[in-house]
């Protein structure tokens, strides 16, 4: 009961002091407020403690939502909705009538435009009625506005063109549409053509006996030999006696061996550049081989050192693919060897625009292993001793290619030309390309001349404006501007040579004054379509100088001839086009013929020739594809003199002319042959060549037909007439031109090769050999006679080494000195008895050495 009471008693006192509690604190100070942020042990009294906690699935309500985030439709309110609509239905209206209007205002600009054209046509035709009239009436015409000035950076003026893959890269190319019967595979013709440019782009480091080299004098000398269009060599069995015909059955053995030596001069040569120890960063100015022909000749051993640093350093540089081999079968060696993940990542990446998140599986794969030690053609001993001859012809080639792509990284003389040679100040108009060659050799030589013609127009009218500004013509009046006067008297010159020209020979007279027109384009322009594609140096490193044509669905065209640098100018037929018309003109003519040539420049140029066909389109559709080429052929001999060159034109107007009344004369049948028509196995087989079906060759899976069959001989089948061949034609009309005015030139130095064979050029020589044509001694025989005009270098054997040179050296005092053709040489009775003497011991000696051979 006390208890209780106490109780009660204490609980109203509670609440009454509760009352007037707050009646008697406000009297006192008042409590600190809390901070925010700050939690004490109060706040948590109230906090709630639950069994478990709410699903947070529906996103529940209280927590903070981000704005980026945007509520289900179902949760939003409906009357935000409808004004969010409604927004985007006016901004869609907005936005299409903005698209409407700016079409409306593009119609405008156009209409507007046209109009602009419209009336600066009137202009123009206003002005030139206006300029005729001041000219009759001796007044200036009126000032043309800027816009009119003619922009000449717009346009591609350079002498060369650049040669693109892109070219072929929808083009199908059938080797049947060339079939004809002195066509022949040359597989090694890259690699030959590779060697070639090399030499002419560097002549500086090689001897000058390498500096005329033909085609046939690598054939020859590596004993090379092509095959025919199916691939069949050429030196198959002949006859009944199934005899193997080779270079020494109709080839002399003095040229063989030249040819074997000079092989290995390039051999010595290229491994002497490749270990060459200079370490100068200057370029070479001057002519100084690396080897010559007496250093070959010199030690019986001369490679073993230089082929003993190659072999130490081979496998580090790369061997070629031909002499490596797989130990795997095909299917276990296109398999990874090794891996370092064991399994590959699959799964989707969480960017899908940025695949490279996943790591990809690293692997290590197979690696073609080297040919062993006695397999191996670098480890031959004979090396050493006999050069590049001790291997095989195949391994010949290869080794060639292989050494020519090490010299060119590890020489430190062709590093700095090549690194100078790459690094100018400027680069060409059409841009840094892989591969270019003459403006006329790609485009033509009417449409070279035609972007000349352009150009001087343009030109011209720039200075007529230029001409007519008031501030121009204060500047020359105050004497400020003598360059632009000394170009205006041009333009007057020029002007006025034009006006008393005829108008059919405006084109003509307007390239024959070249010089001034040059003139004009100095400061204006850095070349122009006729200027030397050969003379700058910043197209020498990618320059294809035996590049002849470039014919749509067919291939690219060459004619390898040494030498295009460093040359005569009368001998050498790489230049500008103007130039190389006039050359072409000489010779046609009769001007240059092989005595001039002999006389003043002796050899300097390939005596030899062969056009080669490149099927290029093949080549482009097979690497697309990823097709495996080396076991391919992509190069063809389609000629390799002139007779065959005649037959080769007449094959060309074939492909040319369309329809089925292309009636080409054979040369065989004027030289008293039998042609091609007139085969008498055609009569017996039943196939005339001249009836195909139509545009049956230019299907790319088509069936042998009477034309492209192993009896036939020639594919006499046009083009077909379809439009895309169109550019096809106008190409090979091109290319057929060239070849025909090149014929003299070809044959003028066949000529020479025939009547001056290896004789050393000189005039003094050449009187002494015309002087010793006519017998005026009984005594000689006939063969002496013949024997003693061949001049030139003779095979010796090596016991009459010390005579021979003795001889040479004597007879190289009377070489050197070359004197004028009226020049009379005073000789005493004693000096023409020794010259007798030594004439005599000359003929023993090659007609002992006929003996021997």
């Not at 816009?147 to 080797?175: A, C, E, F, Q, R």
């Not at 005595?595 to 003043?600: G, K, R």
């Amino acid at each position: 009961m006390n208890i209780s009471n106490g109780e009660d008693q204490v609980h109203a006192e509670g609440i009454l002091g509760n009352g007037t509690a707050d009646g008697n604190r406000e009297n006192e100070t008042a409590p600190k407020e809390k901070r925010l942020g700050q939690l004490t042990f109060e706040d948590f009294e109230h906090i709630k403690h639950v069994e478990t906690s709410p699903s947070m699935s529906g996103h529940a309500v209280g927590l903070r939502r981000s704005k980026r985030v945007h509520l289900p439709r179902f949760q939003r309110d409906p009357d935000e909705i409808a004004e969010e609509e409604a927004a985007a239905a006016a901004k869609d209206k907005r936005s299409k009538a903005a698209v409407r209007a700016r079409a409306k205002a593009k119609e405008r600009e156009k209409l507007a435009k046209e109009k602009e054209k419209q009336r600066a046509a009137l202009l123009k035709k206003a002005a030139k009625e206006n300029a005729k009239k001041s000219s009759a009436n001796g007044k200036s015409g009126p000032i043309a506005t800027e816009s009119s000035v003619p922009t000449l950076t717009n346009g591609n003026w350079t002498p060369n063109m650049p040669l693109l893959s892109s070219d072929y890269k929808t083009h199908h190319s059938i080797i049947s549409r060339l079939k004809n019967p002195n066509m022949k595979a040359v597989p090694y013709a890259g690699t030959i053509m590779k060697l070639m440019s090399f030499i002419n782009k560097f002549s500086l480091y090689f001897a000058k006996e390498l500096l005329n080299l033909s085609f046939q004098d690598f054939e020859i000398g590596l004993d090379l030999y092509p095959e025919d269009s199916l691939g069949i060599s050429s030196i198959n069995t002949e006859g009944s006696a199934h005899r193997t015909t080779l270079y020494q059955d109709f080839v002399p053995i003095k040229d063989i061996v030249s040819a074997q030596d000079k092989m290995n001069l390039l051999f010595l040569t290229l491994l002497k550049l490749t270990f060459s120890t200079s370490k100068s960063n200057e370029l070479q100015k001057t002519h100084h081989p690396h080897a010559t022909m007496n250093q070959l000749h010199s030690s019986k051993k001369i490679f073993a050192h230089l082929m003993k640093q190659l072999r130490a350093h081979a496998k580090d540089w790369g061997y070629p693919k031909e002499w490596k081999f797989e130990t795997l079968d095909v299917e276990a060696f296109l398999k990874p060897k090794s891996q370092i993940f064991e399994n590959d990542e699959l799964e989707d990446p969480v960017d899908p625009k940025n695949g490279s998140i996943l790591t990809k599986n690293l692997y290590t794969w197979h690696q073609q292993e080297i040919v062993p030690l006695e397999s191996d053609p670098l480890y031959i001993s004979e090396l050493d001793r006999n050069g590049i001859l001790a291997l095989e012809p195949h391994d010949r080639v290869i080794l060639f290619r292989s050494l020519l792509d090490w010299c060119s990284a590890q020489s430190p003389q062709i590093r700095n030309e090549i690194y100078h040679l790459s690094h100018f100040k400027r680069d060409p108009s059409f841009g840094i390309q892989t591969q270019h060659a003459p403006r006329y050799m790609v485009e033509g030589a009417s449409i070279t001349l035609a972007q000349f013609r352009k150009l001087c127009s343009m030109v011209q009218t720039k200075y007529e404006i230029r001409s007519k500004k008031k501030h121009v013509k204060k500047q020359i009046e105050s004497g400020k501007r003598a360059d632009l006067v000394k170009k205006f008297d041009f333009l007057k010159e020029i002007k006025a040579e034009m006006k008393k020209t005829p108008k059919e020979e405006k084109d003509q007279v307007m390239i024959a004054l070249y010089d001034k027109w040059c003139g004009l384009f100095e400061g204006e322009l850095q070349d122009n379509p006729l200027s030397d594609p050969f003379e700058d140096e910043l197209y020498k490193l990618r320059q294809q100088e035996f590049f002849i044509g470039r014919v749509p669905q067919i291939g690219d065209f060459y004619l390898p001839r040494l030498h295009a640098y460093d040359s005569s100018p009368i001998a050498s037929t790489y230049r500008d086009l103007r130039s190389l018309q006039e050359l072409l003109r000489k010779f046609s003519d009769g001007t240059v013929d092989a005595f001039t040539l002999f006389e003043n420049h002796g050899q300097e140029m390939s005596s030899q020739f062969k056009v080669i066909y490149h099927d290029t389109p093949s080549v482009v559709r097979d690497t697309v594809h990823g097709k495996y080429t080396a076991n391919k052929n992509y190069w063809f001999e389609m000629c390799c003199d002139t007779v065959t060159l005649k037959e080769f034109l007449d094959f060309l107007e074939y492909k040319i002319t369309p329809g089925d009344t292309v009636k080409v004369q054979d040369h065989n049948a004027l030289n008293g042959q039998m042609s091609l028509d007139d085969n008498p196995e055609k009569e017996l087989n039943g196939a005339d060549s001249t009836t195909l079906p139509p545009h049956e060759s230019d299907k790319e899976n088509e069936k042998p037909s009477p034309d492209t069959n192993s009896n036939s001989l020639i594919n006499k089948h046009p083009l077909p007439k379809e439009a895309r061949f169109n550019a096809a034609r106008t190409k090979l009309e091109y290319l057929k031109k060239f070849l025909t005015d090149m014929l003299p030139v070809l044959q003028t130095f066949e000529t020479l090769k025939e009547q001056y064979s290896d004789m050393k050029p000189g005039k003094r020589l050449l009187r002494r050999a015309q002087t010793r044509s006519i017998n005026y001694n009984a005594s000689y025989d006939s063969d002496a006679e013949n024997a003693d005009l061949d001049m030139g270098e003779e095979f010796v054997d090596d016991e009459e080494d010390s005579e021979a040179n003795s001889d040479e050296a004597e007879d190289s005092n009377e070489q050197v000195v070359e004197e004028d053709e009226g020049e009379e040489m005073d000789e005493t009775e004693n000096q023409r008895g020794a010259k007798r003497a030594r004439s005599e011991r000359n003929n023993s000696r090659i007609a002992k050495k006929n003996r021997r051979s």
